[in-house]
């Protein structure tokens, strides 16, 4: 376990007023077994897939059990707001850092880019506070045809393929955000 002290100051704090572009699903939802069962399969046999990003306890205990590890898997030890346990993190190293609820911190925002670098192992990012928000920067900074997968309350699982397109969608919400430097 490595817990990273960086000195970015700062954060990213969604505005009440504008959390209701935040609540669509930003690409495709996979909403059945069968429907999961089918990207997974899709995963192992197209090399062209750069990396696999997991946001969420619940989008990476589903790929872990369809035996598929995600290059990045960032997680809360939380469900809809309820504490779970359900995260095997034996096959990562791991990574701490702390993202209060409806925020992107700048210390966050580093340590995904940073660990995106890696291609050599496996890594997880263990939040204190809430994952939720960083799906926009993984997005952001993780290659283009890679797979962002996230949970989508009472819908399934979101699978986001990066592409120009979808950069410039998640750049704009990150636009509707207050930006707050400290120092």
């Given at each position: 376990?490595?817990?990273?002290?960086?000195?970015?100051?700062?954060?990213?704090?969604?505005?009440?007023?504008?959390?209701?572009?935040?609540?669509?699903?930003?690409?495709?939802?996979?909403?059945?077994?069968?429907?999961?069962?089918?990207?997974?399969?899709?995963?192992?046999?197209?090399?062209?897939?750069?990396?696999?990003?997991?946001?969420?306890?619940?989008?990476?205990?589903?790929?872990?059990?369809?035996?598929?590890?995600?290059?990045?898997?960032?997680?809360?030890?939380?469900?809809?707001?309820?504490?779970?346990?359900?995260?095997?993190?034996?096959?990562?190293?791991?990574?701490?850092?702390?993202?209060?609820?409806?925020?992107?911190?700048?210390?966050?925002?580093?340590?995904?880019?940073?660990?995106?670098?890696?291609?050599?192992?496996?890594?997880?990012i263990k939040i204190t506070g809430e994952e939720d928000?960083?799906?926009?920067?993984?997005?952001?900074?993780?290659?283009?045809?890679?797979?962002?997968?996230?949970?989508?309350?009472?819908?399934?699982?979101?699978?986001?393929?990066?592409?120009?397109?979808?950069?410039?969608?998640?750049?704009?919400?990150?636009?509707?955000?207050?930006?707050?430097?400290?120092?």
């Amino acid at each position: 376990m490595k817990i990273v002290d960086f000195s970015n100051k700062g954060y990213y704090i969604l505005p009440e007023d504008e959390r209701r572009y935040f609540k669509a699903p930003l690409d495709i939802v996979l909403s059945t077994d069968e429907e999961i069962d089918e990207f997974v399969s899709l995963i192992e046999t197209n090399k062209d897939i750069c990396k696999i990003i997991t946001v969420g306890d619940e989008s990476t205990r589903t790929l872990l059990e369809k035996k598929l590890i995600p290059n990045l898997a960032i997680i809360d030890d939380h469900v809809q707001r309820k504490k779970v346990d359900i995260v095997d993190i034996t096959d990562f190293f791991e990574v701490k850092v702390t993202n209060p609820v409806g925020t992107i911190t700048l210390e966050a925002w580093k340590i995904i880019t940073d660990v995106l670098k890696k291609d050599d192992i496996k890594i997880i990012i263990k939040i204190t506070g809430e994952e939720d928000l960083l799906v926009l920067p993984a997005i952001l900074e993780t290659p283009y045809n890679s797979k962002v997968l996230y949970g989508q309350p009472n819908e399934g699982l979101v699978v986001v393929t990066v592409t120009e397109e979808m950069k410039k969608k998640v750049k704009k919400l990150i636009q509707k955000m207050v930006k707050i430097n400290e120092n």
